[in-house]
């Protein structure tokens, strides 16, 4: 496939170099043509890992789309002076795709999160977005991978959103995206999110890039993970020094 953007390299995985609403309308026209399309929100954690990983790095070359998501990635891209317009989240790209898939009377594929997550998930978006076609939802709890995917070929989704968190959820993705032509997207936390079980950064926040800090309040358990940013902003800037030589 031609990518449609041109793209950005940090620690070798290439970011889309575009907006929010260019991707957007990029991968509406996409899921129309029922093309096969496999999309990664990517932020410093994954990368860091990526790098751990040669196997995982693997999978993210496989990927379609990998965006942006964290104010990290934007910093990176900065400091090897090769500046990205903005964060491009999952949580904004999914919202935007569920919006517009109910317009369109898109079918759609929920897998992931925690039972009562997944309910509450499906709960509000029959109330918020009623036109969207849920065709499936299964919570991230599985021990049948097989059968999950035949679920998934069987309810013939134009658009799949798995949030089993990486490198979980990329792995699938590559393993299975072959079987159903449409939109395979990892999204996270997301799931947390849209249930209203985990809070979003409010606006202030999201403005100011402390969106990290919000989260962690809300979840100290996340500080050991948080850890991982000072470490790929110095590697970032080594990388940029050694190639300023």
């Known amino acids: 496939m031609s990518v449609p953007f041109d793209t950005v390299s940090i620690l070798e995985v290439p970011f889309i170099k575009?907006?929010?609403?260019?991707?957007?309308?990029?991968?509406?026209?996409?899921?129309?043509?029922?093309q096969n399309r496999f999309v990664v929100t990517a932020n410093p954690e994954i990368l860091m890992y990526a790098r751990e990983h040669p196997e995982y790095q693997q999978v993210l070359r496989q990927a379609d789309y990998i965006t942006p998501d964290g104010i990290g990635v934007i910093q990176g891209a900065q400091i090897l002076g090769t500046p990205l317009p903005e964060r491009i989240t999952g949580y904004d790209t999914l919202q935007e795709l569920l919006k517009w898939g109910a317009q369109q009377h898109q079918r759609v594929f929920l897998l992931g999160a925690k039972p009562t997550v997944l309910k509450q998930v499906v709960a509000n978006l029959k109330s918020s977005v009623p036109d969207l076609v849920i065709v499936g939802a299964l919570d991230g709890y599985y021990d049948d991978e097989a059968a999950v995917v035949d679920q998934i070929v069987a309810a013939n989704p134009d658009m799949i959103f798995i949030a089993t968190g990486f490198p979980k959820q990329e792995f699938f993705i590559a393993k299975y995206r072959h079987r159903v032509d449409g939109?395979?997207?990892?999204?996270?936390?997301?799931?947390?999110?849209?249930?209203?079980?985990?809070?979003?950064?409010?606006?202030?926040?999201?403005?100011?890039?402390?969106?990290w800090l919000y989260r962690l309040i809300q979840e100290p358990s996340r500080f050991k993970r948080m850890l991982v940013l000072p470490r790929y902003l110095r590697l970032v800037k080594k990388i940029a020094k050694q190639s300023n030589k």
């Open 18 to 34: 575009t907006t929010n609403q260019a991707f957007v309308a990029q991968l509406e026209q996409e899921i129309l043509a029922h």
């Open 183 to 211: 939109l395979w997207m990892g999204v996270g936390g997301s799931f947390d999110v849209l249930a209203g079980t985990v809070k979003r950064a409010p606006k202030f926040w999201q403005k100011h890039h402390i969106e």
